[in-house]
């Protein structure tokens, strides 16, 4: 029996039935918490990646070299479904469909294309603007036939137009880029819950809801998400939060000469998150090994 691939471990995930919900990571080490924490899969968040990599904002300053490095670590480090942000697919439609095969090679278990101008920017931010229908269309086309002609990915296909040309609009493309044989849809922004259902009613297949803290959608519980009938739901942002939050007040404590101690981890705790035990044992056995051919 061969090897179950990240795609196809996503597929089964979705015909579970049940909401997804995924904590979006922005490296290596954010990945292995949230599988550690036993959500079952993850999402690479260009805005987090662009911010703990570049330490700039997701305005379309990551390149694609930049992005699928980071999506192949992240890959490499876990074992569950990582869905990974493949922005614009950065140019045309033979961009995109190398942008779908990159990730596809990266171990990434879907890749999101969006309709937005480059350079894009974060969906919860002002100065979005979106492409036309024909070239929003070839985007999504390209990136299915990628996968339909070899590369072994999701596509997850996301639309910006609720806040440029309305809920109307959006939900057309949506409709549309379910017509193409999109995996995932994904109407971003929707500014109310009523907005939420309507997508959900009205966009074939299966959708991605995005609850961003201070965003423009409303922040709903899971139970309720599920309910609206998204499969699954991404937090964008959550972990990067607290993590600043977090070095911001251990930094706060040492600039005033005292040694930070709420929230720290024994040493012990975080050898073993990064690690170390695992290495030592593989250590040792490799060290017993060798130390026995010596003596024949």
């Known amino acids: 029996m061969g090897t179950i691939s990240p795609a196809q471990r996503l597929r089964r995930a979705l015909d579970g039935g049940k909401l997804l919900v995924m904590p979006c990571c922005f490296d290596a080490l954010s990945a292995r918490l949230i599988e550690a924490a036993g959500f079952p899969v993850t999402f690479m968040s260009g805005f987090a990646v662009s911010a703990a990599r570049l330490g700039l904002p997701d305005t379309g300053l990551m390149s694609y070299g930049e992005m699928v490095a980071q999506a192949r670590d992240i890959c490499a480090a876990v074992s569950i479904p990582v869905l990974a942000d493949g922005d614009t697919g950065y140019g045309n439609a033979m961009n995109v469909r190398r942008t779908v095969d990159g990730y596809a090679r990266a171990g990434c278990a879907a890749v999101m294309i969006e309709?937005?101008?480059?350079?894009?920017?974060?969906?919860?931010?002002?100065?979005?603007?979106?492409?036309?229908?024909?070239?929003?269309?070839?985007?999504?086309?390209?990136?299915?036939?990628?996968?339909?002609?070899?590369?072994?990915?999701?596509?997850?296909?996301?639309?910006?137009?609720?806040?440029?040309?309305?809920?109307?609009?959006?939900?057309?493309?949506?409709?549309?880029?379910?017509?193409?044989?999109?995996?995932?849809?994904?109407?971003?922004?929707?500014?109310?819950?009523?907005e939420m259902a309507e997508i959900c009613r009205c966009v074939p297949g299966r959708q991605l809801a995005n609850m961003l803290e201070g965003g423009i959608t409303p922040l709903l519980d899971p139970a309720r998400i599920e309910a609206l009938g998204f499969a699954l739901v991404a937090y964008p942002l959550t972990l990067l939060n607290v993590a600043i939050a977090a070095m911001q007040a251990a930094l706060a404590s040492m600039a005033a000469g005292r040694h930070p101690t709420n929230g720290l981890l024994p040493f012990a705790e975080i050898r073993r998150i990064v690690g170390f035990d695992d290495y030592e044992r593989l250590a040792a056995r490799y060290s017993t090994h060798s130390a026995h051919a010596k003596n024949e």
């Open 115 to 194: 309709d937005q101008v480059a350079p894009k920017r974060c969906g919860h931010t002002r100065g979005k603007a979106v492409v036309d229908r024909g070239e929003a269309l070839a985007r999504v086309r390209a990136a299915v036939e990628a996968r339909d002609e070899g590369a072994d990915i999701l596509i997850l296909a996301r639309t910006d137009a609720r806040a440029t040309h309305g809920l109307a609009e959006a939900i057309w493309r949506g409709q549309a880029f379910a017509d193409l044989g999109a995996d995932i849809l994904f109407v971003e922004a929707p500014e109310s819950e009523a």
